[in-house]
């Protein structure tokens, strides 16, 4: 026996609410964290000086595929970080933040918060929630310092002021 639904109607259709929508933007938010941590780990911020730069430009200076940039950019666009206008790339203020010479850079703490170690922490937070343990002891029984200490690179991104 086979069922099928109805053909889409206004009686059975589902329409989008405020509620419904601010929801599917909370569970995608981890694609705008995420493209974050890359453009501040390309330092795509300081390549973008106060002249509005193309996407290919751009890419050039970060070593990256020109069309992947673009949808990260304009995913970016989208919540307010960088502003595209007439086919180039301008700085908003919050993409200023993102610059390291800005006094008051985000920089290394959006980078230190998409280094590997820390991302994958939250794939436990389920274990986490069922134990009450820590997420990132799980995989790194050591612990958070022990770890930086064995790891130079990761420790110097967390490190910075």
Avoid at 23 to 41: D, F, G, K, N, P
Wanted: overall charge negative; hydrophobic content about 40%; aromatic content about 10%.
């Amino acid at each position: 026996m086979t069922t099928s639904l109805p053909p889409p109607s206004p009686k059975n259709e589902m329409q989008p609410s405020p509620a419904n929508i601010h929801l599917m933007q909370l569970t995608t938010a981890y694609w705008t964290s995420r493209c974050l941590h890359v453009v501040a780990e390309l330092g795509l911020a300081d390549h973008l000086s106060d002249e509005p730069q193309s996407t290919e430009s751009l890419a050039k200076a970060t070593g990256t595929n020109a069309g992947s940039l673009y949808r990260v950019l304009r995913l970016l666009a989208s919540v307010g970080v960088f502003e595209w206008h007439n086919g180039t790339w301008r700085h908003t203020e919050a993409s200023r933040f993102l610059r390291s010479d800005n006094p008051g850079s985000l920089r290394d703490y959006i980078r230190m918060l998409g280094l590997p170690v820390f991302w994958s922490a939250f794939e436990d937070l389920y274990h986490s929630l069922r134990t009450g343990e820590a997420a990132f002891a799980k995989k790194h029984l050591e612990g958070v310092f022990a770890y930086l200490a064995a790891h130079p690179e990761e420790s110097r991104i967390f490190d910075q002021p």
